[in-house]
């Protein structure tokens, strides 16, 4: 797994969201965004983030951040996750992985005694030029706005 980390430049990328409109890093240029990365829609640990992110959403703002969640699942499945918890943010649905590859979150991972390769929960603080303020590896599904607005 080749992860991205702290001063490298993002390369550009481009993936759909929930809607099918097309997204890209371009589109978010002299911004600070927040890519978070989880494993799959409508699951307890992904939910519980996600929510946490939705309900701190207006404090993350008022910091400047824009917020964007990927995972590998489908435009449908994203759609239905982003309108049932109501997120204001966009939901990539990577189903090819280009932005996951892109980021090097992909990869081998252990949960109940099985190995697989898979999405690592993972979150990018990205600056106004492109480039990779912070990287989040320990993600609090529970409390991860806290851990986005400390310094």
Known sequence: MNTLKIGDKVPDFSSIDQ???TISLSNYSGKKLVVFFYP???TPGC???ACNLRDNYKALQDKG???L???ADSQKKQANFK???EFPFPLLADEDRTVIETFGVWGPKKFMG???D???RKTFIINEEGVVERVIDKVKTKDHAAQLLEE
Request: aromatic share 12%; net charge neutral; glycine share 12%.
């Open 118 to 120: 898979g999405i690592h």
């Open 40 to 42: 799959r829609a409508n």
């Open 83 to 85: 309108a049932k918890y």
């Open 19 to 21: 809607d099918g409109n």
């Open 47 to 49: 939910t519980a983030e």
């Open 69 to 71: 969640g990927v995972s």
């Open 65 to 67: 951040f824009n917020l």
């Open 114 to 116: 099985k190995e697989f």
